[in-house]
């Protein structure tokens, strides 16, 4: 973890250190680990039965890129845990041993991991049956979509609570679950040169665990997600810049119309006007050849080279500008640096689009991540970048989006507690929609922008100005400064304090404007919210410390001294969300510092000693944790530890 005692901060535009993804078989060891079982094999000498073969589950974790090392849970019907595993930390793939011959199905599988561009992961898969040796089951987000069909609501919850899931009612529906789900993916299935549907096994076809197959190609085109708080399954092609999605399924509707068998009627359960997703033909008929970049860059990285000027004459950066102000000269840098490592790229995960002028069935910049990953296969860092491809070369490069900082905007919410736990009374937590303009360089030693305006989608417009942070905080008309609190209240668009929010607003896709002066020059931005508000946000899925009580209370005293964070209990309930960043804050009339701390994945954290600065009063101490889920949404929660 990385720790930096600053006047302010906050997490950095995507730089090198904050840059995804899945890597090659030359980087490929034999490594396996899983629990349950060992080899089968003669019982013995005499007229005895042979010792039956244990039962073997095994597949890939992948969301278009493996997602290395996940955590592999399976369950039977009954909700026994019946093995477990962690994918293999390169190619994904997965082996568990069953703990018993005859388990009742179908069997559960969950997948808990991170994906190429440092989101967390979580997935599901159903096991209808299994063979005398075992099965072959992946888990991807489209297992994910055929699972909640089939159990007619979100997985996690079954997951968590298998004995009130019915799970043996789905093992019937799970293949009409798919058969509906293609009819809504038709055209994706055929911009991959699937011809033939019915051939395609959503649960175990073995295309899914190769890198860039039609199969893959697939899953890195669709975006998949399950909405629990309107029991919805969405989805929408990754090549469309707004991130809305096109497809909602009621998925309670859908299961009870897959249970009348040929007499139903799923597409009764499509909640939208459209029934198919996008297609995206004129891309993805050469995406499959995006991992180009990667295989040019990897033997520059294996060759250890220092000169960064071969980095960036490399055809893997042709034509590349700059990525919300990291250079070319940067980008070369960083290569150099991850090459002195001993890193190497792992193939690429497509995120998303980021054209301004959209082209139908097309995307000319496509945002993808990759993981840099180690001899042992474990990422150290990751890239996120724009690639393009070019008709004239015939191949894919890193451009950039030739923009010189940050915008985008982010659902959140936040609870607010104090230093022994308990609530704050009022709306609490409270949601709504995050702000991020960048206004300091990622060394926070330069202003980029001073001062900027933000234009919701029913266009009213909100001022921002500088307040020593990374990026702008929302500021009162007139106002050239703000003084910040380093929370997320900063730049926090909320219903209930800023009446000009509307419903539409707080949508999935909702369009926002950004208007500033940089070097003198006006430009415009736009950015689409990831994800929607969270419309009633529970205090249980904000993320709380463990062993935090009145009397055992977090005090300014206690931060002074160093602090032990866990929060171990919270992300065992909540296996979809991440804490992503820990902030330790000391505020005062005219600034803050603070500890800005990534926990790397992990579920504890030390804080080292905290205090004034010297000559300073402070007017209040916070610490923050603050997580994040599958789509970027931001849930925070403040500990107010007073004076």
Known sequence: MTARLATSTQPHPPTARRVGMRAYPLLLSVWISACGGGGGGDSGSGGGSPTPMPLVLSGVVTVGAAVGAASVSLLDASGQTLGTATAHPVDGSYRITLSTSSPPLPLFLQAQGT??????????????????????????????????????????????????????????????????????LKSPLADVKISDATKLD?????????????????????????EPQSGRLQLGSKFLANPAPEVEVNL??????????????????????????????????????????????NPLLAQT??????????????????????????????????????????????????????????????????????????????????????????????????????????????LRLDGA?????????????????????????ADLITAGTVQTPLGFALPLAACQRLN????????????PTAGLGDQLLAPGSVGWLGNGDGLRGALYKASYSLSGTAENRVAYLNAGILISPTAARHPTLDGVSSSAALTPASMRAGLKLNWSTWAKANPDLRVVQVLAVVRYSDRVSLRDLDPKGATQ???????????????????????????????????????
């Open 202 to 226: 959503l649960l175990s076809d073995s295309g899914f665990a190769t890198p860039k197959s039609a199969a893959d190609l697939l899953l890195e085109s669709t975006r998949v997600q399950v």
């Open 115 to 184: 994906d190429a561009g440092g989101r967390p992961v979580l997935l599901h898969s159903l096991v209808p049956s299994l063979s005398s040796t075992g099965a072959t089951a992946h888990i991807t987000p489209l297992t994910q979509a055929v699972a909640a069909l089939a159990l007619g609501a979100d997985p996690q919850a079954a997951f968590a609570k298998p004995a009130d899931a019915a799970l043996p009612s789905t093992t019937a529906l799970l293949t009409p679950a798919a058969d509906f789900l293609k009819t809504l």
């Open 472 to 483: 702008l905080c929302i500021a009162q008309p007139g106002d050239t400064s703000v003084v």
């Open 252 to 297: 309670a509707g859908a299961r009870a119309e897959l249970l009348k068998g040929s007499t139903g009627t799923p597409t009764a359960a499509i909640t939208t006007s459209a029934q198919i997703t996008s297609a995206a033909a004129t891309v993805l008929g050469v995406a499959g050849s995006l991992d180009g970049i990667a295989s040019t860059l």
């Open 421 to 445: 736990g308990a609530a704050e009374t009022g709306s609490n937590p409270s949601s709504g929609v995050e702000l991020l303009l960048q206004g300091k360089n990622s060394a926070l030693t």
């Open 605 to 643: 954290l030390d804080v080292a000693a905290t205090g004034a600065i010297p000559g300073f009063t402070a007017t209040g101490h916070d610490v923050w944790l603050m997580a994040s889920d599958g789509l970027g949404r931001k849930l925070a929660t403040r500990y107010a530890l007073g004076l």
């Open 305 to 414: 080279s220092t000169d960064a000027a071969t980095y960036k004459a490399s055809a893997a950066l042709s034509g590349y500008t700059q990525f919300n102000g990291r250079s070319a000269d940067e980008l070369a840098a960083s290569l150099v640096a991850w090459s002195a490592a001993g890193l190497q790229l792992a193939p690429l995960q497509v995120l998303g689009c980021e054209d301004e002028v959209l082209k139908k069935g097309d995307c000319l910049k496509v945002r993808v991540a990759a993981p840099l990953v180690d001899r042992s296969g474990k990422t150290q860092d990751r890239l996120v970048d724009i690639a393009s491809y070019s008709s004239t070369a015939k191949r894919w490069a890193l451009v950039g989006n030739g923009k010189a900082l940050v915008f985008a905007v982010r659902a959140a919410s936040w």
